[in-house]
């Protein structure tokens, strides 16, 4: 699948310190080891409907963690896939009375087109679920093969599911108890009352040929990939185990997450799916989560229609740190564009005060945990310093636009 243009990011002389993150599955922050080539994994859209705040939330994070290890000379593999083939978008194109395919293929354009004007620096391998469905049969029969897995009995629809006693650390990475996973696997699309399940919390690898679904063949009958199967794949055959980063929205934690490490982890005994774990926090609006199920959805392509400038977006959605949860509001907004235009108007100027220090900060401060509230206050404070009181680098106004788009992604 075609991604979204490359974007070329400028130089800023120096180094900046090591990347260190939350991981979810430790429950703290600590060192992300990366080799010269990082590798990452961010789960990407089911396109049934236009990218929104949260969405862009989610990618603009793993944008920082990407220049960070680019500021830092490391080269990076990026993977990033698109479940273009699941219920949410066969729900929705019947509801709106289009071909499922032509729903896809229209949001994916679109999401490439939002991730574009937010300057998100693309993946090398984008990848969608239709393209990799080979891999996935090879997957499913490996795990059928090794007692991974079973078939339920069930004539009609022999539904393929993961036995999650597969793993001895099943659990490690979301750290839920079985309440907890019980209630959150019957609200994120599992099927706890499937019957002919081993266990409840058993999750789906491959859904049986259904009429008026699209299928493929397979050794264990025609289907589709189930959900988080789908990820494993991707992420193996592209990254391998043990890779540095898989990442995401809070939401995905568990089940998702959970299980495609467990699936893989199937496969690989004894290594893990990825050595970070790390995921963003949900975006709100008016006191609730932004979500399409609830349809309180700020969408980038309509703020972008609005006239809104995309470096005001990233700066609104960066003023808070990537883990809380955090509402989006017009105040919000409106304080980014005048933080904005401050930047603007200080890198503007003709000269003014030394800008290696507040390089070290911004790097310093995404460095650490992706401290962007703090990263914008150093850049805050250089540009007040040069408006109010001016200086004599003549370098400093351009040395700081350089790191401010390197680094933080908003071109001035």
Known sequence: MQSWPDI???TVPGAGPPLRLYDTADRRVRPVSAGASATMYVCGITPYDATHLGHAATYLTFDLINRIWRDNDHAVHYVQNVTDVDDPLFERAARDGVDWRALGAAEIDLFRRDMTALRVVPPRDYV??????DEVVEFVGKLLVSGAA?????????????RTDATEQFGYESGYDRTTMMRLFAERGGDPDRSGKRDRLDPLLWRAARPGEPSWPAPFGAGRPGWHIECSAIALNRLGPEFDIQGGGSDLIYPHHEYSAAHAESLVAGRRFARHYVHTGMIGLDGEKMSKSRGNLVLVSALLSDGVDPAAIRLGLLAGHYRQDRMWTAGLLDHAQRRLQMWRDATGAVAGPAAADTIARVRHHVADDLDTPRALDAVDNWARQTLDYGGKDTDATGMIATAVDALLGIQL
């Open 8 to 10: 070329t990011l400028p």
């Open 128 to 133: 969608g679920a239709i393209e990799t469905v």
């Open 150 to 162: 079973y078939s339920v009995e069930d004539a009609d629809f022999p539904d393929v599911y993961f």
